[in-house]
């Protein structure tokens, strides 16, 4: 397993190789920034990127969607993957934002994730992005760039990963430490084929040293 130093030194080589590493969603509002982490599930941010601005266009605030028409908020997104239980998901949540906070998106884990849709992730990434709160969303290049490279136990779950590197990985690099992994993933670390004969961790990734 790599120790605390061992992990913060790859993030760090992670940011020299992607030092804009950043979201890849459109930046917007709190509100309509977390839909679009809702939309993102299963799917790419670039056809995330695709439907929103129509969406976001027609359903200006968390009332407009509130009041929204299942078959309306589905015509705008129906191309991307399981759209039917997004478009509910995009509904109830903004009745809940309406009905329980005022339609202002809270800035805790807790009130977030009693949102419909919004699950740990997203919850997250809505923290970090939206409000500049420290946390280490997990999604699944983070999960297995931290497996491959033995920053945590092979048979970890999410939360277990999350928690595992917010203990190894000081507070300030969290979410820079969340977008270089996934740019990481992305890009060097690919699930089918990583490139780990020219990778800069070769010499500390047990996965790596087993492929080369
Ligand atoms: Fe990924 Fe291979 Fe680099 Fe390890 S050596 S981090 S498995 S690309």
């Known amino acids: 397993m790599l120790s605390s130093e061992e992990t913060t030194y ?5 940011g020299e190789m992607f ?5 890849s969603l459109t930046k917007t509002d709190p509100y309509h920034f977390m839909l679009s982490v809702i939309l993102s599930a299963q799917t790419t941010d670039k056809a995330v990127n695709l439907v929103t601005p129509a969406l976001f266009e027609r359903y200006k605030d968390p009332v407009d969607l509130a009041n929204a028409s299942q078959a309306e908020v589905e015509s705008y997104i129906k191309t ?21 906070f005022d ?7 807790k009130e977030l994730m009693s949102l419909s849709g919004v699950g740990r992730k997203t919850a ?29 136990p092979a048979d970890s779950d999410v939360l277990t990963i999350e928690k595992i590197l917010m203990q190894k990985v000081p507070q300030d690099l969290w979410i820079k430490g969340h977008h270089r ?9 690919m ?22």
């Open 10 to 14: 790859a993030i760090e080589v992670m």
């Open 19 to 23: 030092p804009n590493a950043t979201t």
């Open 80 to 100: 991307i993957g399981l759209y039917r239980n997004k478009a509910r998901f995009l509904i109830k949540c903004s009745q809940e934002l309406v009905e329980r």
């Open 103 to 109: 339609g202002v998106v809270p800035k805790t884990r």
């Open 124 to 152: 997250d990434v809505v923290l970090a992005e939206c409000f500049g709160i420290p946390a280490f969303a997990v999604d699944t290049h983070v999960s297995r760039v931290a497996k491959r490279l033995g920053m945590v």
């Open 181 to 189: 992994m996934i740019f990481w993933g992305r890009y060097q670390c």
């Open 191 to 212: 699930a089918r084929n990583p490139k780990c004969s020219s990778c800069p961790l070769l010499d500390i990734c047990p996965e790596g040293r087993s492929r080369v």
